[in-house]
């Protein structure tokens, strides 16, 4: 790891007009004074005594403590947020904050509104929110080279990254792992329309430069699967070693060198957050982001002579003719099937209307079912 000294600006992590505009409103609901680039402390707190507090950025999150990034350098701190806060308002990293200066420990106690956030379903069977980085320009999806490329995951992570209101981009890492590296990335383009994809390897720079130039505007969320080569790309990106770097198991499966979602800043320009590899990737709740991720499927639903086409056997579906003719790829069409169930049911677990409408519909599937039952059996279904 380095142990370098430097002291990124808040500047330098994203710190603009609209950010202190925000930070002001948040703690005083006053148009902000002054210059953003020295951000002022502002009071704001209960009713009987005000906090003065400061802004910055929280680049880590461990158990409840957060460190925040300010003018004077990172800092650890612990969160006391307003009675009454959701799971989802603590703060996670890429989060611009209040922060209490205080002799016994600093205190976040504001956390400002979010221009973008990247949200998952919690691990296991909940519908919890997991909010992992939030406030960002765009989020990269990390996919290694020298194992088969899965479409279908790629697709998944690109609903995610639609979902968070920032630009996805794809990026083709190892390639100089590669068999045959132009058709893979032909598949990949064909599977994330709208989407750059970029090729780079850690290893002999290629792709590197230009790779940079794009996430010097701003911040990003890199997430992928383990086994990626996320670490050794950061470490790249960054110009020095911030990550550790482990190898890949002999299965192809990576182990997990990133333990914690971490913002760091680039030589180049720009912010990264560096997020753990996932195994898999939970749908929370689906606004946009499977239309985004499939424009040609949603564009053949729109041509199908009937609105409530089941896409199966009726007469002028659009989707059945691009399958015949192989102008949409059946894996395609399944993926976007799947990631549609997934939305409608975390739609059911989260919103009250949709649940109601979910058991009003089972309920006259049972009901007719019973009545099948009882004509099957002679007896009157109305008795």
Request: aromatic share 4%.
């Amino acid at each position: 790891m380095s142990d370098t000294t430097t002291v990124p600006t808040l500047t330098a992590l994203g710190w603009d007009d609209t950010t202190a505009g925000a930070f002001d409103d948040a703690v005083t609901g006053s148009p902000l004074r002054g210059s953003s680039v020295a951000p002022p402390t502002r009071n704001v707190g209960p009713k009987d005594g005000a906090f003065d507090l400061v802004p910055g950025r929280v680049g880590r999150v461990d158990r409840g403590r957060v460190t925040v990034h300010t003018a004077d350098g990172p800092t650890p701190a612990l969160v006391r947020l307003p009675a009454g806060s959701e799971l989802e308002d603590q703060p996670t990293t890429g989060d611009w904050v209040g922060l209490e200066r205080r002799p016994d420990g600093d205190v976040v106690r504001v956390v400002l509104p979010r221009s973008s956030a990247i949200v998952r379903k919690a691990a296991g069977e909940r519908s919890d929110a997991q909010v992992m980085a939030a406030n960002l320009d765009h989020v990269l999806v990390a996919v290694p080279f020298e194992t088969r490329v899965n479409l279908s995951t790629i697709e998944r992570y690109l609903v995610v990254a639609w979902e968070s209101g920032a630009q996805p981009l794809v990026v083709l890492t190892k390639c100089d792992l590669a068999y045959d590296p132009d058709a893979t990335r032909a598949e990949v383009e064909t599977a994330a329309p709208g989407v750059d994809v970029h090729v780079v390897s850690a290893e002999t720079g290629e792709g590197v430069d230009v790779l940079a130039a794009v996430l010097s505007g701003g911040t990003t969320a890199l997430v992928g699967q383990s086994g990626a080569g996320k670490s050794t790309l950061v470490n790249v990106l960054a110009g020095e070693e911030v990550q550790l770097v482990s190898g890949t198991r002999q299965d192809g499966k990576g182990r997990h060198t990133t333990t914690a979602r971490e913002l760091i800043a680039l030589t180049g320009g720009g912010v990264l957050i560096d997020t753990p590899g996932l195994r898999s990737v939970g749908l929370h709740d689906d606004g946009d982001g499977v239309a985004l991720t499939f424009p040609d499927v949603e564009g053949l639903i729109a041509s199908c002579r009937f609105a409530d086409c089941a896409h199966e056997t009726e007469p002028g579906c659009a989707v059945q003719a691009a399958l015949a003719s192989g102008e949409l790829d059946e894996r395609r069409w399944h993926s976007w099937g799947k990631l549609q169930r997934e939305a409608a049911w975390i739609a059911m677990r989260t919103d009250p209307a949709a649940r109601a409408a979910a058991r009003k519909r089972w309920a006259a599937i049972g009901k007719s079912g019973k009545a099948q039952a009882a004509l099957k059996r002679g007896r009157d279904p109305f008795a």
